[in-house]
């Protein structure tokens, strides 16, 4: 191949790779996103975990996204707190690194056809757990796990919609993230469906 056609192949390759980005808008202002950033710089060099991070974080993201699972949609806007991912296999991975907005999280699941309910542990809870054996949680949930990213964990979340029985939600809780501490996210349930639990 000649620089020519090997210039030609590259400029192919990133007009593909831009047009797949076209409907991804953020609502996150820019200068939101670079406090976070310098926040999270600042605790990480507190942190002193640089070297365990990073190969967790590439086991992890290569867990995340194998080549088999290509993405059907783009990612949420809400990149500096959580995005949730809907895959063509029908898996719904949410990505949580700070549980901010919570009632956000559950419109979003709730648009990709999860009945859920996300709640900080100091709310008081609308749902009755619905006692499932685990069997049925490993089908619902088929992957949870966590990323190591200073300055806490970031979590993810696999929802096999198609799993959840009938009359039956997902409900996500976690601590409220209060600086310097970040989100403790507790390992999601299954929860009675109802009105004023899962809409």
Not at 20 to 34: K, N, Q
Not at 120 to 127: E, L, Y
Request: aromatic share 4%; hydrophobic share 40%.
């Amino acid at each position: 191949m000649n620089d020519n056609n090997a210039l030609g192949a590259v400029r192919d390759y990133l007009a593909t790779a831009k047009d797949s980005l076209a409907e991804v808008h953020m609502t996150t202002p820019p200068d939101t996103i670079v406090r976070n950033g310098r926040a999270r710089r600042r605790r990480h060099r507190l942190t002193g975990l640089a070297g365990a991070t990073a190969v967790a974080a590439a086991l992890a993201t290569a867990v995340l996204l194998p080549a088999s699972h290509p993405i059907s949609h783009p990612v949420s806007t809400q990149l500096t707190a959580w995005t949730v991912t809907k895959h063509t296999d029908g898996l719904i991975y949410v990505h949580i690194r700070e549980l901010r907005d919570p009632a956000g999280l559950q419109r979003k699941l709730r648009a990709d056809g999860i009945p859920a309910s996300v709640i900080f542990d100091d709310q008081q809870n609308p749902c009755r757990p619905y006692h499932a054996r685990q069997t049925l949680l490993n089908k619902v949930f088929p992957g949870t796990f966590q990323q190591v990213h200073p300055p806490g964990p970031d979590h993810v979340i696999v929802i096999d919609p198609r799993a959840i029985p009938g009359k039956v939600g997902v409900q996500l809780s976690g601590s409220f993230p209060k600086p310097p501490a970040y989100s403790e996210v507790a390992a999601p349930i299954l929860v009675h469906a109802s009105p004023r639990c899962t809409g």
